[in-house]
């Protein structure tokens, strides 16, 4: 039987350009006061995911609220080279890096 439980994501993508990092430290800090998170954690968390921002292209994350934890994911592009395909397109996929539980 199909999950009814709809998860409703918040995208970020920044460009690649190291002054643009702080944009996460917003998103998570109004993300964690909307899911009445403490900030216990909260730079640690923010630490992490600006360590995932890469200067080469831009950077894709989403965010989603799960009961009383808030989820920070980033998407991991795999390249068409790695799979095998000549002409692919890439192809990609999203990792967890942060979970703030209240």
Same mark, same amino acid.
């Given at each position: 039987?199909?999950?009814?439980?709809?998860?409703?994501?918040?995208?970020?993508?920044?460009?690649?350009?190291?002054?643009?990092? =702080?944009? @996460?430290?917003? &998103?998570?800090?109004?993300?964690? +006061?909307?899911?009445?998170? %403490?900030?216990?954690?909260?730079? #640690?968390?923010?630490?992490?995911?600006?360590?995932?921002?890469?200067?080469?292209?831009?950077?894709?994350?989403?965010?989603?609220?799960?009961?009383? =934890?808030? @989820?920070?994911? &980033?998407?991991?592009?795999?390249? +068409?080279?790695?799979?095998? %395909?000549?002409?692919?397109?890439? #192809?990609?996929?999203?990792?967890?890096?942060?979970?703030?539980?209240?």
């Amino acid at each position: 039987m199909a999950s009814t439980d709809a998860v409703d994501y918040t995208y970020l993508t920044l460009p690649p350009d190291r002054s643009f990092r =702080s944009c @996460i430290g917003l &998103v998570v800090a109004g993300l964690a +006061a909307r899911a009445k998170i %403490g900030v216990a954690g909260l730079e #640690e968390a923010i630490e992490l995911l600006e360590n995932q921002h890469t200067l080469d292209r831009p950077t894709r994350y989403r965010f989603y609220l799960k009961e009383d =934890s808030l @989820i920070a994911e &980033v998407e991991e592009r795999k390249p +068409a080279t790695v799979r095998g %395909g000549i002409g692919a397109n890439d #192809e990609s996929g999203w990792r967890t890096v942060v979970e703030m539980v209240s």
